[in-house]
């Protein structure tokens, strides 16, 4: 009997630690994608199988802020000629997917988050699917594939 409850207890706190865990990595991805702004550093666009442009500067970025808005600069367009669009976002429990509304709807997922770094997919539509990675600080000044 002292074994079977030993056991009921390791695994209630194994499922008590492991959904706190999530909560925490939910709790940092939203701190960290809403500390300032994301600059493009290199884009791939999945559906052509090519680079949209890999040569930005600070004027392409995408902003997340606190309360629900972005700032995003499309590049999705094939001109030279980025445009600013706002809109929201909201960014799922478990902090991985993304949907945002500026003068289109996208689907995100993050992939990885880090202090300088963040690498999602957005989709505008069934169709096409970008790969972008993105840094507060110019990370890729040479403008070449991040490896």
Not at 16 to 43: H, M
Request: with cysteine.
């Amino acid at each position: 009997m002292q074994k079977t409850l030993t056991l009921w207890l390791l695994f209630i706190s194994f499922i008590a630690l492991n959904s706190s865990c999530k909560k925490d990595d939910a709790k940092k991805n939203k701190e960290l994608l809403i500390s300032g702004k994301w600059y493009y550093d290199y884009i791939t666009n999945h559906r052509a199988g090519g680079t949209v442009n890999d040569c930005f500067n600070e004027a392409h970025y995408i902003e997340f802020k606190t309360d629900g808005k972005i700032a995003m600069v499309t590049f999705d367009r094939g001109r030279e000629d980025h445009t600013l669009v706002n809109g929201t976002y909201t960014l799922s429990e478990d902090g991985k997917n993304l949907n945002i509304i500026t003068d289109r709807s996208w689907t995100g997922t993050i992939h990885l988050i880090k202090d300088n770094y963040l690498r999602i997919t957005l989709a505008p539509d069934n169709f096409y699917s970008y790969e972008l990675v993105l840094a507060h600080k110019k990370a890729n000044p040479n403008c070449q594939p991040a490896k």
